[in-house]
Nanobody, 124 residues
Framework: QVQLVQSGGGLVQFGGSLRLSCGAP????????VAWFRQAPGKEREGLSC???????FYADSVKGRFTISRDNTKNTVYLQMNSLKPEDTAVYYC??????????????????WGQGTQVTVSS
């Protein structure tokens, strides 16, 4: 069983920044695709960004240019740096990993394990 452990998140003002972290104790994340999703109340889970096992990165249009995904293999952690945050970015954010890779990276169904979720709230 793979456990993804998230940290970061919280309350930030419009235009501010936050960094989310996703670790996996006992599991080597750098071998696998990892993605970040978010889900706002009453909305579907939205794929935001993905980093493949070869470190290719992909972004949704809604966050391109503002969010950056990266991994630090020495810490076995994947990050989501979020800049220029807007109130519409308010949601619960999740990391996820796909053991078999992911072609349609933005689809939640592609992923096998999920983090516990962390709230991000952007005030106007």
């Amino acid at each position: 069983q793979v456990q993804l452990v998230q940290s970061g998140g919280g309350l930030v003002q419009f235009g501010g920044s936050l960094r989310l972290s996703c670790g996996a104790p006992g599991f080597t994340l750098d071998y696998y695709t990892v993605a970040w999703f978010r889900q706002a109340p009453g909305k579907e889970r939205e794929g935001l960004s993905c980093i493949s096992n070869s470190d290719s990165t992909f972004y949704a249009d809604s966050v391109k240019g503002r969010f950056t995904i990266s991994r630090d293999n020495t810490k076995n952690t994947v990050y989501l740096q979020m800049n220029s945050l807007k109130p519409e970015d308010t949601a619960v954010y999740y990391c996820a990993t796909a053991l078999g890779g992911s072609y349609y990276w933005w689809r939640p169904s592609e992923y096998d394990y999920w983090g516990q979720g962390t709230q991000v709230t952007v005030s106007s």
